[in-house]
């Protein structure tokens, strides 16, 4: 059941973020919605979800956005898996935290696509990928909501 | 036989899951280098995954738009309902003019027949309805039939509520028809003067221009201190009694003036009235 939860919260994510209203962006950048949501996904329900999230989010957002899969692989499942090892921490279950953690975690895989599949013009890459993770974290605190609310489908966690 | 604990069971999933993930990549990075282009370029999965996000994305983006859609629209009722307003109010202070002229001109009569003056009533006007257009180069007329009952005749103005159309130029049919010769016809020529403001006076006539432009007409021949400007209202001066004075013609859009000074001076002038849209005409007796 947690595996289909996932998987339909992630071809929203993946569909409501490649159509992005143009008078909702900031600076011409979208919220990465799907990373937002692996990252909630894995803090919500633990690192095995986390990381199936993670590969999910992975496969729908590169094929719809044309991306490479490899960078994208490396970076949502890293972060679906760390941000599930967080769970059951001090102040994990806060809103704040997952806020945080999807703005790092967008930096983060902002870094490793210029690391593994640098863009054509990489000099903006700095100002688009700090806009872009202020604004996946402001976006993260309704989706941590969903995911906390949708807790009951997912089986608790054991370490892997 | 040992059931896997949870734990065997997830570092499974996860062995499984990057063994998945690199294929994929393989996958996707073979389709890439391939020949073709588009879709092809697409690895078998890749198509899988765009195959379930379509469906969304396409209602998602059908959604956005008529939502902007009704923004945009109702932005755009604000709008009609605060102009609605304005013209409510206009309509008013119109009213209440009107109201005022209606009072002077009964005592401006009242006066007439106190002081012995004749009271002239205004000839008594019927509309015609426009039967047929005929617009050549420089040749514009107008085919017009006379209401049962009334006859045309030539020398009749032909005016709408916005301004001067032109005057009969020829009756057929014992005065049921009439052509009429309009003031954008190359031919012709009015008496025009600036309404209120400088009272200048000079000659109306379609303005030379290229094919396909709107018709324009010029003034020419300004006899006074020639102070024309944009957005002067033309009116008849009735100079040599064709048409009666005071019928708008016009509004001044553009003034050129000779390098020499202010003596040649052309106005040119966009017509009271829409020539190309007459459906109804007003046809007085010039009172002669």
């Known amino acids: ?160 | 036989m040992l059931r896997p604990t949870r734990g065997q069971s997830n570092a499974r999933s996860l062995v499984i899951l990057i063994v998945l993930a690199i294929v994929l990549t393989v996958w996707q990075h073979r389709a890439r280098s391939g020949q073709g282009s588009g879709e092809s370029r697409r690895s078998f999965p890749e198509r899988v995954a765009v195959g379930l996000v379509w469906p969304l994305e396409r209602g998602l983006a059908v959604a956005g738009s008529a939502a902007r859609q009704t923004a945009s629209s109702l932005a755009r009722a604000h709008d009609l309902a605060a102009r609605c307003a304005r013209l409510e109010k206009e309509n008013e202070e119109l009213r209440a003019q009107q109201l005022r002229l209606i009072d002077a001109l009964v005592e401006n009569q009242r006066l007439k027949k106190t002081l012995g003056f004749s009271v002239e009533q205004p000839p008594p006007a019927m509309a015609a309805r426009v039967v047929s257009i005929n617009f050549s180069l420089g040749r514009k007329r107008l085919t017009i039939a006379a209401p049962p009952g009334r006859k045309l005749e030539v020398g009749n103005i032909v005016r709408t509520a916005a301004g001067l159309v032109g005057r009969v130029a020829a009756v057929t049919g014992s005065g049921q028809r009439g052509e009429v010769f309009l003031l954008i016809d190359a031919e012709h020529a009015v008496a025009g003067r600036v309404a209120l403001r400088s009272r200048d006076q000079g000659m109306v006539n379609v303005a030379p221009q290229p094919v396909n432009r709107p018709d324009l007409l010029v003034m020419t021949k300004i006899i006074g201190r020639s102070d024309v400007r944009e957005g002067d209202m033309i009116l008849t001066s009735g100079l040599g009694e064709v048409y009666p004075a005071g019928i708008p013609i016009g509004v001044v859009t553009r003034v050129e003036r000779s390098a020499a000074g202010t003596v040649d001076l052309r106005a040119y002038i966009r017509p009271a009235v829409d020539f190309e849209h007459l459906e109804w005409v007003l046809v007085e007796r010039h009172g002669r």
Not at chain 1, 99 to 106: N, P, S, T
Not at chain 1, 131 to 141: D, G, I, K, N
């Open chain 1, 1 to 160: 059941m947690g595996f289909v939860v996932t998987l339909l919260l992630m071809i929203v994510c993946a569909a409501v973020q490649s159509t992005w209203p143009a008078w909702l962006r900031v600076h011409s950048q979208t919220p990465h919605l799907t990373l937002a949501a692996v990252i909630c996904l894995g803090l919500g329900t633990g690192g095995a979800s986390g990381l199936t999230a993670g590969f999910l989010g992975a496969l729908l957002w590169g094929s719809i956005s044309s991306a490479t899969l490899g960078q994208l692989f490396v970076s949502h499942m890293g972060l679906g898996f760390f941000a599930g090892s967080l769970r059951g921490r001090v102040f994990a279950d806060r809103v704040l935290v997952a806020m945080l953690l999807v703005g790092i975690g967008v930096l983060v895989a902002s870094l490793v696509e210029l690391l593994l599949a640098p863009p054509p013009s990489p000099q903006p890459w700095m100002w688009q990928a700090l806009v872009r993770a202020l604004y996946s974290a402001a976006v993260a605190a309704p989706i941590y909501l969903l995911v906390r609310s949708l807790r009951r489908f997912y089986p608790e966690p054991e370490t892997l």
